[in-house]
């Protein structure tokens, strides 16, 4: 097994002005969506995108628009044109990245400002990470029983006498039993043992068609994950526990899963396509999520947890128009009872900032998260740093700054074995389609975990862990309260969150959240 060297949701930027100038590269050339004056999809929307020169490519009736692509400015002028159509927004690249490191074995972060050419099949070229040796222990919830839980510990997810918890905790009033997590990410690993006990639901909104989607030769678009991401933020969430459900335990380890794939795996940095594939990260489009929070939304979801995003910038009529469509979506979720969680990002950027939103974690009814460190090991950036004990404090990497955000477990430098206290998060990882080696899809084969193969466990760390972590505590307080609104279960993790001297986002606490009525 091998061990990760960093995982994240977004690119990081050296500066605002950097951020500015990629947020024209986030754009999805010939991707649409057609926002409809009425709130409503017309009936013959179809004929009349077919007409204006235009292929459809979602329904999101539930929100009033409609997905497209088209290959022409007259296309996009006929579209436009339409009385019935308020606006129509380019659509978005959405990523699942990692932050760029110096090669070899330093551990201090490079931060370099410019990632390399735009492409459409894969938006940034990340310079490939170190990883190191991870060794696999079978024993059941081995990690959790170890210096390795501390993140989950630290979320809120412990007690109820559980071997490497303790006595008493939130897990003596629930552990998640009836409350539905809906991951959108990158799919999951169907077969993994710490997945596939809690799964009862599979999507894949990936559209690889030539003529409308984003093809991808890493990933087949099926609802497994290809990527790793996924499953590893999937598994912070709601990673099963007891005998034979592998080696870690999420926050809300009964709650239910749902895994709906927005994300494909698409080729980074290689001299050959599968190298290219081998260092590749999970995108896909801004409208594929909107289809996912349709998604969840329609089979029921509790809690949506998106480890996600892609910055905006409002100053825009595109930008502007994107905030107030999201707005509206999330909205109208969180009115039908869906808590809905996003990662705050991975730019180091205090947001807002300027104009510069992160979207989905900025849109309305949405409960932000940033990343905090694990005081048994203190952020340390000096090379060959081990760990020593600190403060809860906010890692270099993580967005900040928004007031509605609270902290959770995001890890930090240093790392360490995987035995030992560790400023990483351990997570589940994929082993790929079953009975397959690690390989282009076209050839029979599939990919795993990150450049690392089929491998079921990683050591990583990012606001993509922070967001599940939230999710499963914002899971145990909705099994506690079945009947609080999305509101409510927002508000309550806010108001209850822990304010540090150290750390100017205040700390999750889970256990002062349940004392509340």
Not at 99 to 106: A, D, G, K, M, V
Request: hydrophobic share 40%; charged share 10%; aromatic share 6%.
């Amino acid at each position: 097994m091998l061990r990760l060297r960093h995982l994240s949701i977004a690119l990081l930027l050296a500066s605002a002005t950097t951020a500015h100038s990629q947020i024209a590269e986030t754009i999805a050339p010939n991707h649409y969506l057609v926002v409809y004056r009425s709130g409503t999809v017309p009936a013959d929307a179809e004929s009349q995108i077919t007409l204006a020169g235009a292929h459809l490519t979602a329904h999101l009736d539930r929100f009033g628009m409609v997905a497209v692509s088209l290959d022409s400015a007259t296309a996009q002028s006929n579209l436009s044109a339409q009385p019935n159509v308020a606006m129509l927004l380019h659509d978005r690249y959405v990523t699942a990245h990692a932050i760029i490191f110096t090669p070899q074995n330093s551990l201090k972060p490079n931060f370099v400002s410019n990632p390399g050419p735009f492409i459409p099949i894969a938006p940034f070229r990340p310079t490939p990470y170190p990883i190191h040796p991870l060794n696999f222990a079978p024993e059941s919830d081995t990690y959790y029983d170890s210096p390795q839980g501390w993140a989950v510990q630290q979320a809120g997810g412990f007690g109820d006498n559980i071997p490497g918890s303790s006595a008493t905790g939130p897990w003596n009033t629930s552990k998640g039993a009836g409350v539905r997590i809906a991951i959108l990410d990158t799919g999951v690993d169907q077969s993994h043992p710490d997945i596939a006990p809690n799964l009862v639901f599979n999507l894949s909104e990936i559209d690889q068609s030539p003529l409308t989607g984003l093809p991808s030769p890493c990933d087949d678009g099926t609802p497994q994950d290809q990527t790793g991401h996924g499953t590893w933020t999937a598994s912070l969430a709601t990673g099963a526990l007891g005998p034979s459900t592998g080696n870690i335990i999420g926050v809300a380890p009964q709650a239910s899963l749902l895994n709906i794939k927005v994300l494909e795996r698409v080729p980074g940095a290689g001299a050959t396509l599968t190298a290219a594939c081998e260092s590749g990260q999970g995108s896909g489009l801004l409208s594929w999520v909107l289809q996912g929070i349709d998604d969840a939304v329609a089979n029921h979801a509790d809690i949506i947890s998106l480890s996600l995003g892609t910055l905006v910038d409002i100053s825009t009529g595109d930008g502007a128009g994107w905030k107030s469509q999201f707005d509206a979506v999330t909205r109208t979720a969180a009115q039908s009872g869906t808590v809905i969680v996003a990662a705050l990002g991975n730019n180091g950027l205090q947001l807002p900032n300027g104009t510069l939103i992160e979207l989905p974690a900025e849109a309305a009814s949405v409960l932000p998260v940033v990343a905090s460190t694990n005081p048994a090991c203190a952020e340390d950036l000096a090379t060959n740093a081990t760990c020593s004990p600190g403060l809860i404090t906010r890692p270099y990497y993580s967005n900040y700054g928004d007031t509605n955000a609270i902290a959770a477990p995001g890890g930090s430098y240093p790392e360490s074995p995987t035995t030992s206290t560790s400023g990483y998060i351990m997570g589940a990882c994929t082993n790929g389609l079953t009975n397959t080696t690690d390989g282009l899809p076209a050839n029979g084969q599939s990919f795993g975990c990150f450049n690392l193969g089929h491998t079921q466990y990683v050591q990583a760390m990012g606001t993509s862990a922070s967001a599940p972590l939230v999710t499963g505590a914002a899971a145990i307080l909705r099994a506690a309260h079945p009947t609080w609104t999305a509101a409510k279960i927002i508000s309550t993790l806010q108001t209850s969150a822990t304010h540090l001297p150290t750390i100017t986002t205040p700390v999750l606490n889970l256990p002062a959240a349940l004392a509340l009525n």
